[in-house]
């Protein structure tokens, strides 16, 4: 079984370009969550979503971020302009199995020059 | 506000020898917990996890251990192997919607 797909894995770009990232949840799994991982530090939950419906976007600074899923699969993750401080990796997983355990995907780390 | 955080930043063991990583929380209204492993480059791994209602949980060569009382977990690994080298995380979860609240982490080096 395919895990979490995430892509691209590394992006450097210069502050103040737009950025976007992309995640594929495991086949079946309703919830969908993004995360942001500083160095050194636990994730931190930017945004969850329930299918295509976001029931906890309480983190997510929403002056330049900006998430959707449309049909309730995919998932993407924008940053329009980035700021040098959103340098991190960030992660998304999924959830939806019978004891609900969340399951990450290999992040994507972000660069911002 | 309400927060979990580690005991040590950075734990060396021997090869063979078991290991113990501590993670101390602060919501008492938290009722569950999970430990995931990190290895570099890759995402939070699951490892195991406990609910508030018990005391220890033991899995393959894992075993967690809850401390209500002074709010405290911990997980121990026994015969550490090179394997288990990583960044270990608690997580704890508060109320509904499965929102997990990360620690800061526990690097695990494991000396031959």
């Known amino acids: 079984e395919a895990g979490v797909v995430q892509s691209p894995r590394y992006k450097i770009i210069e502050k103040k370009q737009p950025v976007a990232f992309w995640c594929n949840p495991i086949?079946?799994?309703?919830?969908l969550y993004w995360y942001l991982q500083n160095l050194g530090q636990g994730p931190e939950l930017l945004i969850r979503?329930?299918?295509?419906?976001?029931?906890?976007d309480s983190q997510l600074p929403k002056d330049r971020f900006s998430a959707e899923r449309l049909k309730g699969v995919d998932s993407t993750l924008k940053i329009q302009p980035a700021e040098l401080g959103d340098s991190a990796v960030y992660l998304c997983a999924s959830s939806g199995g019978p004891y609900n355990e969340q399951f990450f995907g290999p992040g994507t780390r972000l660069t911002v020059l | 506000g309400e927060s979990v955080g580690l005991h040590l930043p950075t734990l060396s063991v021997q090869e063979g020898d078991n290991s113990i990583i501590n993670c101390a929380y602060s919501?008492?209204?938290?009722?569950?917990f999970i430990w995931y492993k990190q290895e570099s480059g890759k995402g939070p791994q699951f490892i195991i996890d406990?609910?508030?209602?018990?005391d220890k949980r033991q899995g393959q060569r894992v075993t967690v251990l809850l401390n209500k009382t002074v709010k405290h977990l911990s997980l121990q690994i026994a015969a550490t192997q090179p394997g288990d080298s990583a960044v270990y995380f608690c997580a704890e979860r508060t109320g509904g919607g499965n929102k997990l609240t990360f620690g800061t982490g526990t690097q695990l080096k494991v000396e031959l």
């Open positions: 086949s079946g799994h309703n919830t």
């Open positions: 919501n008492s209204a938290s009722d569950y």
């Open positions: 406990i609910r508030s209602n018990m």
């Open positions: 979503y329930e299918n295509e419906e976001a029931v906890d």
